[in-house]
């Protein structure tokens, strides 16, 4: 590690830089669109608590598939920084940091004092005025009930509904 220029999620610029961060895998899941496999994303948390989506593309999916595990530690280096072109960010930062051939990954042992977990939540009784932002809100409540599971247009949905405790 030494050597190493590390940056917080919070300095990452869009350029052509190939940055090295030390970050928590936070959340995983298989990107898919109109359920054809895309790639990887992740959700990072660096040491501050600040969250970046972070993205390996189809092409470079057999490098990362099983090797980035959630909740674990791991310095990211020669990684690229971009302007995302999603519809629905799932974190409020500007960029989104993509895996590419070049980055390497180095699991980090050593006990850390990384936030296991990382929130922007919004009131509730708010959601409805946050309907037209690009991101996807975390709320909280109590959990009152839930629908069967439904198929529409080859998505399955549930509905939960919540009560408000703010």
Request: aromatic share 12%; net charge positive.
């Amino acid at each position: 590690m030494a050597g190493r220029n590390l940056s917080l999620i919070n300095e990452l610029k869009n350029g052509y830089v190939q940055w090295t961060i030390k970050v928590r895998v936070f959340k995983f899941w298989e990107g898919a669109k109109n359920g054809v496999p895309t790639g990887l994303d992740y959700i990072f948390v660096d040491e501050k608590g600040n969250r970046i989506h972070g993205m390996v593309l189809k092409s470079n999916k057999c490098k990362f598939n099983g090797i980035l595990e959630e909740q674990k530690i791991y310095i990211l280096t020669n990684i690229s920084v971009f302007k995302p072109e999603l519809k629905y960010r799932p974190t409020r930062h500007d960029f989104m940091a993509v895996l590419n051939a070049n980055t390497a990954v180095q699991e980090v042992t050593e006990l850390s004092d990384f936030p296991r977990y990382s929130f922007d939540f919004i009131k509730l009784n708010t959601l409805a005025q946050h309907n037209n932002n690009d991101f996807l809100n975390d709320v909280i409540g109590i959990f009152i009930g839930s629908s069967e599971v439904q198929t529409v247009r080859n998505n399955k949905i549930i509905q939960i509904w919540l009560q408000d405790e703010t």
